[in-house]
């Protein structure tokens, strides 16, 4: 039911019974891209919809700059969740949802190899892993479940899948 220090799925499974994997986490937000974060600003909840950089064993890499209130308010609470939607399969499609706890990165080799092989950074005129307009986070603690059409009305049910990345 838990993860151990690699994350990766101990035990679990979702209300239909399939067998539920971190990897599985990780292959649907790489997937998805585009997933819809929400953030805190004072007792107002605030969403938007951010490129997913990846997601590996090590949690989900998401970038902003410290110009936005989207840094601004997860300075102040670093408690996420993070929506990834698939419409594929009809209906509506399937949700992955992930709250948790953002980490900010600032491993510079990273943030080059992201440079390098996205050109969106140098779009928006980032061409250093040290410019301080490159902010790179993660979400690696936390807990994430799957919801279909299915899952409606059973959702506390639904088998959760705890993160802790190292």
């Known amino acids: 039911m838990w993860?151990?220090?690699?994350?990766?799925?101990?035990?679990?499974?979702?209300v239909r019974g399939d067998k539920v994997e971190f990897q599985d986490c990780i292959q649907f937000a790489n997937n998805c891209r585009t997933v819809f974060v929400a953030t805190m600003d004072g007792n107002k909840p605030r969403v938007r919809p951010l490129a997913l950089q990846f997601a590996d064993e090590r949690g989900f890499y998401f970038q902003t700059e410290p110009v936005k209130n989207l840094y601004k308010q997860?300075?102040?609470?670093?408690?996420?969740?993070?929506?990834?939607?698939?419409?594929?399969?009809?209906?509506l499609g399937r949700v992955m949802r992930v709250n948790g706890e953002?980490?900010?990165v600032n491993d510079l080799e990273l943030k080059a190899k992201l440079i390098k092989e996205r050109p969106f950074f140098k779009?928006?005129?980032?061409?250093?892993?040290?410019?301080?307009?490159?902010?790179?986070?993660?979400?690696?603690?936390?807990?994430?479940?799957?919801?279909?059409?299915?899952?409606?009305?059973?959702?506390?049910?639904?088998?959760?899948?705890?993160?802790?990345?190292?």
């Open 3 to 14: 993860l151990n220090e690699k994350a990766t799925l101990v035990k679990g499974s979702n």
């Open 74 to 91: 997860m300075k102040v609470n670093k408690n996420v969740e993070l929506c990834f939607y698939n419409s594929e399969g009809g209906g």
């Open 102 to 104: 953002i980490e900010f």
């Open 123 to 166: 779009a928006i005129g980032i061409l250093k892993p040290d410019d301080p307009l490159f902010v790179l986070f993660r979400v690696k603690k936390g807990e994430a479940f799957f919801w279909t059409m299915a899952d409606n009305m059973k959702e506390s049910e639904i088998e959760k899948i705890r993160i802790d990345c190292q």
